[in-house]
């Protein structure tokens, strides 16, 4: 583990409303407790789109960073994209839905990749940033939390267990940028699968179907840059 990463809540102007966002988030030092919801001190502003117990943990790969930074040309730090767990040699894109990790203390399982809203925009400077982000298929990966531990930079990833689908996060990333109601469909259907067959203890009977296959809405609902629509 690269980096954990933590946030406040602080406030923006977004086309002249005043708005709040968690998305600037900074690496911390020490130990950091990860509960059902979310590390210690780390916050999220909407909660209908952002955290909650199927999006507790967001992960984002330290080798994704480096290749933004050289897209880009400029530093892209670890944090950057809202990451709470910023990972070097974990390969996020081929991990499948429903696996569970053990990252340092606590358990985790990966629910679906991240579709970033226009808040990734304002913390790029570049309305158009997160289509860009999507087109790239570096989406990083959600987690719920299966058995709560603690976190710190150094600390050991191990893949504890893994469905015997073949859905995994870069698969679903790249079908909600080339063919968003399959991805809809996909993710659904692997999400079903991995609440019947859970490969790990999760803490209540709870289903990340509904959330998830709304995250993927509110996603289609965004128009692309020069497909009719802001961004």
Known sequence: MVSVNVGAIREIVFHGEVRTTGIWKSPVAGRVAVGATGLAGDRQADLTVHGGRDKAVYAYAA??????????????????????????????????????????????????????????????GDAAFPARFLAAERSGTYFRVVAPGDVAAGDAVEVLSRPSHAVTVGTVAHLNHADRPAAKRLLEAAIAGLVDDAAGPVDDAATPVDEAAASVDDAAARPLPGLGGPT
């Open 63 to 124: 080798e994704d960073l480096d290749w933004w930074q050289r897209e880009l040309g400029v530093a892209v730090a670890p944090g950057t994209f809202g990451e709470n767990l910023t990972l070097g040699g974990a390969n996020l894109a081929g991990a499948v839905l429903g696996e569970t990790w053990r990252v340092g203390t606590a358990v985790l399982q990966i629910v679906q990749p991240r579709y970033p809203c226009w808040k990734l925009g304002v913390r790029m």
